[in-house]
């Protein structure tokens, strides 16, 4: 069971823009800055593409974007291109005493 | 360049012992949080393991708490996860990973746990 809540699927069309939730509580993601994305290919290491809630490495495309408002973090990606199709996770520093990171179960994005 | 390179996952029978590593390049261990993390086959993200910057501070998710352990070599700029009493359930690829907020991942390695 995930500690941070993604829906399991998304779906859009090349060039439209599509929002993934994900969703903690105050003891992660209302609590902390440490708010990440990960996007993840089939057989691949997860590539961190948002940190700190709203940050873009170097590298990372700026149709890329993050967001936080309470307990929920959001990803935006806008002119969707068929390479964008993968998994998507979302991570939260925790206060947990039995935890550090959390993760989201992850959603699958498909260019359709 | 950052560079993390995970080995030593293999096929293991339950109960038995396995050491991970994971040599890094391009920035020094000891001087950041380091993390492993597990992801079962097909499934999801789930953090295994943490050791701070400060001296070696260490926690541990309950599902492997008494059974692994985490640890690095400054000299050899090596994170270390010694796994023993292994379980079908530990059957996961696992990464290495820098950083509070994890910013670089290795590769991954991956370790099966079966008779």
């Known amino acids: 069971q995930s500690a941070l809540t993604q829906p399991a699927s998304v779906s859009g069309s090349p060039g439209q823009s599509i929002t993934i939730s994900c969703t903690g509580t105050?003891?992660?993601?209302?609590?902390?800055?440490?708010v990440s994305w990960y996007q993840q290919h089939p057989g691949k290491a997860p590539k961190l593409i948002i940190s700190?809630?709203?940050n873009r490495p170097s590298g990372v495309s700026n149709r890329f974007s993050g967001s936080k408002s309470g307990n929920t973090a959001s990803l935006t990606i806008s002119g969707l291109q068929p390479e964008d199709e993968a998994d998507y996770y979302c991570s939260s520093y925790t206060s947990s005493s039995t935890l550090d990171v959390v993760f989201g179960g992850g959603t699958k994005l498909t260019v359709l | 360049e950052v560079q993390l390179v995970e080995s030593g996952g293999r096929l293991v029978q339950p109960g038995g012992s396995l050491r991970l590593s994971c040599a890094a390049s391009?920035?020094?261990?000891?001087?950041?949080?380091m993390h492993w993390v597990r992801q079962p086959p097909g499934k999801g993200l789930l953090w295994v393991s943490r050791?701070?910057?400060?001296?070696?501070?260490?926690n541990y998710a309950d599902s492997v708490k008494g059974r692994f352990t985490i640890s690095r070599d400054n000299a050899k700029n090596t994170l270390y996860l010694q796994m023993n009493s292994l379980r079908v359930e530990d059957t996961a690829v696992y990464f290495c990973a820098r950083g509070v907020g994890p910013d670089s991942w290795g590769q991954g390695t991956l370790v099966t746990v079966s008779s």
């Open positions: 105050s003891s992660d993601i209302g609590g902390y800055k440490y």
């Open positions: 050791i701070n910057s400060d001296g070696g501070t260490t």
């Open positions: 391009g920035f020094t261990v000891s001087n950041h949080w």
């Open positions: 700190e809630v709203s």
